[in-house]
């Protein structure tokens, strides 16, 4: 079974603790966050991951493209994203795929669940992300103190710096 989720990226970006003060700043700051979010949730879920956008906040033709494995979709002009992912939704469905929609608009969760897909609240969403972060983070702190300590003792200022050379940071 191929699951995936179409995020109403706008609706998210309104609803998310994290990402409002992002937009009231700066709309592409926030859309870039929810992006690289979104990255972390296929990473870890394995699901195809689609974020839909208005188009009337980015003026412009439609665009279609992929940042960081997410496929990102900005609706050509007079569509909107719940009109996209309805199309989306009869367009991808299918016997082994699953389809879940991430938006907190009533009217498009009804819609889009009399067509066979699956609702995820933004609160929802929102609470997964949290709980796949925490996992990383642990992941990420139980490799540290698995790493192997250098078998030549090093002042801890100069493994700093041959890890930065490692990495490429210099």
């Known amino acids: 079974m191929q699951n995936i989720l179409l995020v109403d990226g706008y609706n998210i970006i309104g609803a998310w603790k994290e990402l409002r003060p992002l937009r009231d700043k700066s709309f592409e700051e926030a859309r870039n966050r929810l992006l690289d979010l979104m990255a972390e949730y296929k990473a ?12 009337h906040l ?16 900005y609706t050509r002009k007079n569509e909107t994203a719940d009109e996209r992912i309805e199309k989306l939704t009869n367009e991808l469905k299918g016997r082994k795929i699953q389809i879940y929609v991430a938006t907190s608009d009533m009217t498009e969760q009804n819609v889009i669940f009399g067509q066979g897909a699956l609702r995820k ?18 992941e990420v702190k139980t490799k540290q103190v698995e790493k192997p300590a250098s078998r030549i003792s090093l002042p801890k200022e100069i493994a700093i710096e041959f890890e930065k050379w490692r990495r490429g940071l210099k």
Do not use: C, H, K
């Open 121 to 138: 609240s933004a609160r929802e969403l929102e609470i997964e992300m949290q709980i796949i972060q925490s996992q990383i983070s642990s």
């Open 58 to 73: 980015v003026p412009g033709i439609e665009q279609t493209y992929i940042q960081n494995s997410v496929e990102v979709i």
């Open 44 to 55: 870890a879920m394995g699901w195809r991951v689609i974020v839909v956008f208005d188009a």
